[in-house]
């Protein structure tokens, strides 16, 4: 832990914390002094996560979580009350992407539209409850971070998948003002597209590496700044906005784009 931790002796939830953007997250939280829930649908990786936390000299814990279910959240939540002693920092990152990549509008079903709806939005809606309830239970106030997209701010990146981030973003200003009386912060990341994480492979993308690497240059060289994004450079916006020098930062909807929407 650096002299200047950001996130000394808090307490954060990370939810899709078994890979990509959960993952690096977690694990700079930790590295920033956070003590750190890991919460995944799949524990294993969750658990693995705990493990490179651990191997880096920093305190977590895995619990199997599925964010579309409310008990599941609650749960996790509980996790974090029975061993950190208060919960200070809700990154309610978890997410699925359009089933088929590349699917049209009329080519999703009502499952697809009913899953991505549950994951994607219902999802953040239960973590943010559950932490907004938490926080007030406290009386100290508390900072959400939601992952969103570049998809919810533009039309892109499958239209479906795209109306849950746009959802996610609305929530996120909702809860920002309405948790700002109680000291509660909320704010967004939008990435845009990584297919370096395992994010597009859940999608149906083939995921060799050579197509991986292909595929990343060819998105990164679509942004204004060039360059691939990546899971670290949303897990240090994750970190700002979780932090004390995003004090009087809420209801921000961040881009982490390499200027693709200002564009
Ligand atoms: N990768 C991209 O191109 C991209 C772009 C913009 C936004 N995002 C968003 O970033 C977030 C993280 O994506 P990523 O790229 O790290 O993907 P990823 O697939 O690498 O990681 C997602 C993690 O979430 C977990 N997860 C899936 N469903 C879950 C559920 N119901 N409950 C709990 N955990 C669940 C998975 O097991 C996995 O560990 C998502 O919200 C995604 O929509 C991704």
């Not at 953040?124 to 939601?146: M, P, Y």
């Not at 909320?186 to 990584?194: E, L, R, T, Y």
């Not at 859940?202 to 590496?209: E, K």
């Amino acid at each position: 832990m650096s002299s200047t931790a950001l996130l000394d002796g808090r307490s954060a939830i990370v939810t899709g914390a078994g890979s990509g953007v959960g993952r690096a997250s977690a694990l700079r939280f930790a590295e920033e002094g956070a003590r750190v829930v890991c919460a995944d649908i799949d524990l294993g990786s969750a658990k693995e996560t705990v493990g490179l936390i651990e191997a880096a000299g920093g305190t977590a814990v895995a619990v199997a979580c599925d964010v579309s279910q409310e008990d599941d959240v609650a749960a996790a939540v509980a996790a974090a009350v029975e061993s950190f002693g208060r919960l200070d920092i809700m990154f309610n990152n978890a997410g699925i992407p359009t089933p088929r990549l590349g699917a049209g509008f009329t080519d999703h079903t009502v499952a697809d539209f009913d899953r991505l709806v549950s994951v994607n939005l219902r999802g953040v809606f239960l973590g943010s409850r559950q932490a907004v309830l938490r926080f007030r239970e406290q009386g100290d106030g508390g900072v959400i971070v939601n992952t969103g997209s570049v998809a919810g701010l533009v039309s892109w990146g499958g239209s479906v998948y795209g109306a849950t981030k746009a959802g996610v973003h609305q929530l996120t200003r909702a809860v920002a003002i309405e948790g700002a009386q109680y000291g509660i912060r909320a704010n967004a990341i939008c990435p845009a597209g990584m297919p370096a994480t395992n994010f597009m492979a859940a999608g149906g993308m083939p995921s060799s590496p050579e197509l991986l690497e292909a595929t990343s240059r060819q998105v990164g060289a679509s942004h204004p700044l060039g360059r691939p994004i990546t899971a670290e450079d949303c897990a240090e916006a994750a970190v700002f906005l979780a932090s004390d020098r995003a004090a009087n930062i809420t209801g921000v909807l961040l881009p982490i784009d390499g200027g693709y929407v200002a564009r």
